[in-house]
């Protein structure tokens, strides 16, 4: 039944609409579920991380919320933790199940298979987990984009989805205190968070969208896919 609702959706040109909808349902709900645990979160992900010998690091909106607001945006709805690609191994995984961390989705890019970004589940609260990449002065990590006309499901079986690069300088990471718990951020904060959400961070923006600003989120030929666990 489900399929066949999205089904008539994509043809009647209302799926991305849909999806747009429930997505800002869902993200109110998790809005408030990350007031509630996403403090703990952030501590059981960096120990379970660390033990694997992992360094993570804040990145994207947390990254921002912790420069610009000192704590969480107010509408956060997850969190969204870089580490080196470098670094990754299986016994992340490993740690990050025993720790209530449940692996639900990784995106890996079509030509080489290598995953760059991982979703979690805790205590109903999503964690991404990005792979950074080195590419000259920059680090780099994938941003998977909607499929141009194809629902998730039917993409995934054919031709995959279009991807950005997201860029930023290449720096060290040094500790820093995020209400009360030590994690990493990168040493040049403000270059990341510039790179990333332009020159204007500073000012809060509603419905934030990169493609609006002059960031370094650059569009790519590669294609991905999503491998989803039940």
Known sequence: ????????????????????????????????LMKRHGLQMLSEVCIALEKSNIHPFLTFGVLLGSFREHGF???????????????????????????????????????????????????GIHLDIFYYFEEGNKFFTIIERPHETKEWKEANKTDGFPCDKSLVPKCDFEKHNFLGVDVLVPTDTDGWLRAIYSDSYMTPVKNFKASDFKTQIIHTNYRTYRKIFQ
Not at 14 to 19: D, F, G, H, W
Not at 93 to 106: A, I, M, R
């Open 73 to 123: 945006i107010s509408h956060d709805f997850d969190i969204d933790l870089g580490i080196l690609a470098a670094e990754a191994n299986e016994l992340m995984h490993l740690n990050l199940e025993k720790s209530g961390f449940k692996l639900v989705k990784q995106n890996y890019l079509a030509a080489n298979k290598q995953v760059f970004e991982e979703t979690y589940n805790y205590n």
């Open 1 to 32: 039944m489900r399929d066949l609702i999205t089904k008539i959706l994509v043809s009647l040109h209302l799926y991305r609409p849909a999806v747009d909808f429930i997505n800002r349902i869902s993200a109110r709900r998790q809005a408030r």
